[in-house]
């Protein structure tokens, strides 16, 4: 088993961010390109090698690898109309191939919203079909570039593709093999209905990559694993039986209201929970 953390959570951490992690007992990142401003987004596009080359050799250097990174996502959302879907496209086009110049094989992505959301339950049908037809034209690029899209389930109590079901219709309707699905622990915490384990089960032929995060069984608040409600020994077992070879990436981090010194005293500890987690729960 290997054990990542997303990119954004260390950033403040400075050019020796993926070195102090490398040392505290860390794999793996999780590398995000969530910020539509950035400029992996608004630089020229002969310009994207050389500044994905650079990010790409400071990690290299310190010998941890790119698990998978995060696609584009604005919030609040931009998807309700096909000008704002085109955009969202072109950006996440341009996401796959700063993947793929990563040397990594899997963008995590969220689905889009035409609707919000908060939307009525009327129009779930028009989402599904828009979120099929709107990841069919991303496989192309996909393909081309030999990435992996993983659709992530969400943590919306009124949105169609929330649930894991709901995604793993999408990737059957999207129907690629550079197509499939990040499960996030957290966004199935929410919905005190849903059972982890059985979750895991369902979609365990389509989850390549996942996102790791706990809360109060109510809300998306990315706790550390054990310090929300959830309760991970179910997961466990489903990692056990199923999932050993993945990597378990942590989509959180200790608050930023610490110290640095307190903040990596406490990163450090990360990797020995993740090893509890699964081994003593």
Request: overall charge negative.
């Amino acid at each position: 088993m290997k054990i990542g953390i997303t990119s954004g959570k260390i950033a403040h951490l400075g050019k020796e961010r993926y070195e102090k992690i490398k040392k505290f007992g860390f794999d793996a990142i999780d590398f995000t390109m969530m910020d539509t401003c950035s400029p992996i987004y608004t630089c020229r596009e002969e310009e994207l090698p050389a500044l994905i080359e650079a990010e790409k050799a400071l990690i290299t250097k310190s010998g941890i690898e790119i698990s998978q990174t995060h696609g584009p996502w604005t919030y609040p959302t931009k998807d309700g109309t096909e000008e704002e879907r085109a955009v969202a496209l072109s950006l996440m086009r341009r996401a796959v191939r700063a993947t793929a110049l990563l040397g990594c094989r899997y963008m995590v992505v969220h689905p889009v919203f035409p609707f919000g959301t908060h939307e009525p339950a009327e129009v779930a049908d028009k989402t599904f079909a828009i979120n099929v037809a709107f990841f069919r034209a991303l496989m192309p690029t996909a393909r081309e570039h030999g990435v992996t899209v993983c659709l992530e389930n969400m943590p919306f109590h009124h949105y169609a593709l929330s649930h894991p079901k709901d995604i793993l219709r999408v990737i059957a309707a999207v129907d690629d093999p550079h197509f499939a699905m990040c499960l996030d622990t957290g966004h199935v915490g929410v919905f005190p209905a849903l059972d982890l384990y059985e979750e895991m089960l369902r979609v365990k032929d389509a989850v390549r990559v996942f996102h790791i995060h706990d809360n109060d069984a109510a809300h998306d608040l990315h706790q550390l694993p054990l310090f929300g409600k959830m309760d991970f020994a179910p997961f466990a077992r489903a990692w056990r039986e199923l999932y050993a070879d993945a990597t378990f990436s942590f989509e959180t981090a200790p608050p930023r209201a610490l110290s640095q010194e307190l903040f990596e005293q406490m990163l450090s500890l990360m990797p020995a929970l993740a090893r509890e987690i699964l081994e003593k729960s």
